[in-house]
């Protein structure tokens, strides 16, 4: 095994398949940044939202990640200080999942404004089950429609 330092290659010998294959690389990027397909964060964003099937899950965690910081203002509290990130966390991720679950007494924990915060978050959570409960039956009903049935596709 030799250490030695290599250096550019000679005029006239031929590329390595890693040379090229960089090249490609490069032109691709080039090509899909002229085009606007470049890795920005705008890119990602329209990415995750322009299908249904990831726009959904997506669109709970933003609402989960604004609940939490809504009910970590002191006016969501009773004492007015900063309490800690998890019990906002978890009473967000409960109310937009409809679970029901707390860790410390809604009444007496909560400000109205923190309850209305989290009046809102189960209001969304329920939108948000009945369109992923939408979108599982338009997905099993576009896969089994009428016309499988009438062909016969399908065992009655």
Known sequence: MSLRRSGPPAP???????????VAAVQKMLRDARNGKGTGRENVVSRLMSHPVRAVPV????????????????AARTDGGAEGFMPAAFTSVSAVCVTGLITVDTATFWTPFGQGIILGLIQVGGF?????????????????????????????
């Open 12 to 22: 006239g010998t031929p590329k390595t398949g890693q040379d090229t294959a960089s």
């Open 59 to 74: 669109a709970f965690l933003m609402v989960i990640i604004v609940g939490t910081g809504l009910l970590m203002l002191p």
């Open 128 to 156: 948000g089950i009945m369109t992923l409960a939408t979108l599982l039956a338009l997905l099993v009903r576009k896969s089994i429609g009428l016309r499988g049935q009438q062909r016969g596709l399908l065992p009655l």
